[in-house]
């Protein structure tokens, strides 16, 4: 799955600007112009789809809506991609972690989008789930 989110951006009456992602209600921010509205926008998303991780609900899949889009970093859309692989194989952090050999902690931090995990070690724990982690390079619009 790609982590590339598509936000609508709309201009506020004092003129700021307001960012909302149709896919994460919860993601919203705003800036005084387009260009720091659009810097806030990653934060505001990845701080968003670090609630469903903690309320331990499943990551809302990105739409084919057109428009501007967020790109989430590797490593942030390899935890996202983690955590929806457990999700969806009934996995806890403590089973997981007894596959993997490591601590529960060890497994919760790969799982904290504010944590900075080796991606080596998220790729790992991707892959005792049957999952591999692709990186790809493409040429920015």
Not at 76 to 99: C, D, F, H, N, S
Not at 114 to 126: C, F, K, M
Not at 132 to 140: F, G, I, N, T
């Amino acid at each position: 799955m790609r982590y590339e989110y598509p936000m609508h951006l709309e201009r506020q009456g004092d003129g700021s600007v307001l960012v909302m992602f149709p896919d994460v209600p919860e993601a919203v921010t705003d800036g005084a112009d387009p260009d720091e509205a659009l810097r806030e926008a990653q934060d505001a998303l990845i701080a968003a789809l670090g609630g469903y991780i903690n309320a331990r609900r499943p990551i809302p899949g990105p739409s084919s809506m057109k428009g501007p889009r967020i790109h989430l970093p590797p490593l942030i859309a390899a935890k996202l991609a983690l955590y929806q692989a457990m999700w969806e194989a009934g996995l806890t952090a403590v089973a997981l972690a007894k596959r993997l050999d490591l601590s529960e902690g060890a497994v919760r931090r790969l799982l904290d989008l504010d944590h900075r995990s080796h991606i080596g070690q998220v790729e790992a724990a991707l892959a005792v789930l049957g999952k591999r982690l692709s990186v790809e390079v493409y040429d920015a619009a």
